[in-house]
């Protein structure tokens, strides 16, 4: 993890907290990494773990996310297609990460929208935003919801997530 800063990437408007003694801290009171491009933000989830023999890191995939869907809808039906409950406040929690939980997987169905690595055929918009916002209801907005947006484009209403995959 050597070299690695949340603080050299830019986030306009605030600082961010999710990081603690070097690591990103992803839990219920650590603020959302948001308003950032879908660029950095693989960026930054490809150097979480550089320098890790053991562990790497990317953004999240469409797989990925949809998989978790799978296995968060085993114990909670119609999470997917509306996760009432989870963080459709009307304001971006900041420090919130986690203020709901299925099966410890945080706010796939609320809070902010998520960059994923698909791509979209959309001429304009190829990249894709998953997730639920809190600024829509959960059946305007809900965990399996899928956007369009485009690779520099940065909102308050989106964040990402990364994916860790540990070597043998």
């Not at 800063?5 to 990081?19: D, F, K």
């Not at 890191?57 to 799978?70: E, H, P, Q």
């Not at 829509?136 to 990402?160: I, K, L």
């Amino acid at each position: 993890m050597s070299g690695f800063n949340p603080h050299n990437y830019e986030t306009p408007g605030q600082e961010w907290t999710g990081w603690k003694n070097g690591k990103e801290v992803v839990q219920k009171d650590k603020q959302v990494w948001n308003y950032i491009t879908r660029d950095m933000a693989k960026k930054i989830a490809e150097e979480m773990y550089s320098n890790n023999d053991v562990v790497e890191s990317r953004l999240c995939s469409s797989y990925a996310w949809d998989t978790a869907l799978k296995f968060i809808e085993a114990k909670n039906t119609g999470y997917a297609t509306n996760s009432e409950g989870d963080n459709y406040s009307g304001s971006l929690n900041h420090t919130g990460i986690g203020s709901t939980a299925r099966n410890n997987i945080y706010d796939m169905g609320g809070n902010v929208g998520e960059w994923t690595t698909e791509v979209s055929s959309h001429p304009s918009h190829q990249c894709t935003v998953h997730g639920g916002r809190y600024d829509r209801s959960a059946n305007n907005g809900p965990a399996g919801q899928r956007e369009n947006g485009t690779q520099s484009s940065a909102d308050v209403t989106v964040g990402f997530r990364s994916t860790l995959f540990v070597g043998l």
